[in-house]
């Protein structure tokens, strides 16, 4: 937990002005280049950022999820390729660790994240298991007393940066779809380890997805996370974190999107008035307006619960497929209020409408999200 209430308060403002006068000014240039300049990860870095989520005893900032998720929004307002930078060392990259490793993994690994100086990046995904993570297929075979890794992972987001791998691969092949996985640690140069070429994306360029090949890597015994085959189990839980965080993040957007329709209707006169004047422009607007709302006391609600201990993995499901869902709605309309002008690079809201379609996708899909939801309706009823 962060502090205490003045404390989180200055913080947040702290990255508010951050965001607005470092970040946004930059938004357009790191689309175009597809890097985002080491002055800026220097800035995030100095403000903890990179360790906002690890406990302090590690040397992060230690914030709940109530705290993470109003983090979210704050960066919401900017390119999502800002976040994405340290959004694997507070989120699917560190928490696997944070939640289950030894203590002797956490002093090792943590307090590197917490500072920026080491990348986490989390290897689910695989080019024939995607929503179907259970049926992964790399391999970790036992050696003395060491692992041998073989296999490929897919889109594995910050793996060019990454020094630190939580990868998830399969220790006892008689074992079909979740069971038989279990979870590792792997340090970026061990031999045996290459990463591709960055993905060419539709959007977040800056945020960087590449391949990862394990060809007969060999890791210690000790660079298993967690118990031999519970690694599934690992994986889904840090996934129900990273789902509100997404959640919080399509506000943040969508708050971002409204302004800049709100902005354009003012400005922008058709028929001898401002645009804001048409009732059509105003339902548009009043739609958005709501809808982010919404979603924001669900993600907020939602992250107090998960401080509080509940169990939230299928309402977190929920924030994750109602506000990303919403937050393409909010681009729609965003470009809808722009007209011709929404269609063109020279207004971030077309960038943004690029930009929020991933969260609809990864983390889980929206059929995902339905699926998880669904199953502990059923679940819930039957007991
Ligand atoms: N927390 C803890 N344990 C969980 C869990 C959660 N949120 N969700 C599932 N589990 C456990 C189950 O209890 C089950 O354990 P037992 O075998 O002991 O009962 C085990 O994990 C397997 O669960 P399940 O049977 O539900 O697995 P499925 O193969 O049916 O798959 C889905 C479950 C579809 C939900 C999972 O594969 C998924 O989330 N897919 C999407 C993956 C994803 O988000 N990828 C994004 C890329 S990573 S950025």
């Given amino acids: 937990m962060i502090r205490d209430q003045g404390s989180l308060d200055a913080l947040l403002a702290t990255v508010r002005r951050f965001v607005r006068e470092r970040l946004v000014p930059h938004e357009a240039a790191v689309a175009e280049s597809g890097e985002v300049s080491e002055a800026l990860v220097a800035g995030m870095r100095d403000l903890g950022l990179f360790g906002l989520t690890i406990p302090e005893a590690y040397g992060g900032l230690g ?125 970026r140069d061990t031999p045996g380890i290459s990463v591709g070429a960055p993905d060419r994306k539709m959007g977040q360029m800056g945020a960087h997805t590449a391949d990862v090949v394990f060809d007969d890597a060999h890791v210690p015994g000790d660079a298993l996370l967690g118990r031999e085959g519970e690694g599934f189990k690992i994986a889904m839980r840090v996934l129900d974190r990273g789902r509100l965080h997404i ?59 998960r401080d509080r201990g509940e169990d939230v993995g299928a309402d977190a499901a929920s924030c994750k497929l109602f506000a990303t869902e919403m937050v393409g709605r909010v681009a729609d309309r965003a470009v809808q209020i722009h007209g011709g002008n929404g269609y063109m690079a020279a207004f971030p809201v077309e960038r943004f409408y690029r930009d929020v379609r991933l969260y609809r996708l990864y983390e889980g899909t929206s059929q995902i999200q339905q699926l998880v939801i669904a199953r502990a309706m059923i679940k819930g009823a039957q007991a």
Avoid at 111 to 124: H, M, V, W
């Fill in 247 to 305: 959640a919080a993040a399509s506000v943040g957007n969508a708050d971002r999107l409204i302004a800049e329709s709100l902005t354009y209707a003012l400005e922008r006169k058709q028929f001898g008035q401002p645009i804001a004047e048409f009732q059509l422009i105003q339902a548009m607007l009043a739609d958005s307006r709501t809808e982010a709302l919404a979603a924001r006391c669900m993600v907020l609600e939602t992250a107090r619960r």
């Fill in 63 to 187: 914030a709940t999820t109530e705290e993470e998720v109003l983090f979210a929004m704050e960066m919401g307002w900017t390119s999502p390729a800002f976040r994405a930078r340290f959004g694997t060392n507070i989120g699917i990259g560190s928490q696997g660790l944070v939640n289950g490793g030894t203590e002797e993994q956490k002093q090792r690994y943590l307090p590197r994240l917490a500072r920026g100086e080491l990348i986490g990046s989390f290897a689910l995904t695989e080019p024939e298991a995607g929503s179907d993570a259970g049926s992964l297929t790399t391999r970790a075979r036992r050696d003395g007393n060491g692992w041998v890794l073989n296999g490929r992972k897919r889109f594995i987001t910050n793996s060019p940066y990454a020094g630190l791998f939580t990868v998830f691969a399969r220790t006892d092949p008689d074992q079909a779809g979740a069971r038989g996985v279990s979870a590792f640690l792997v340090e």
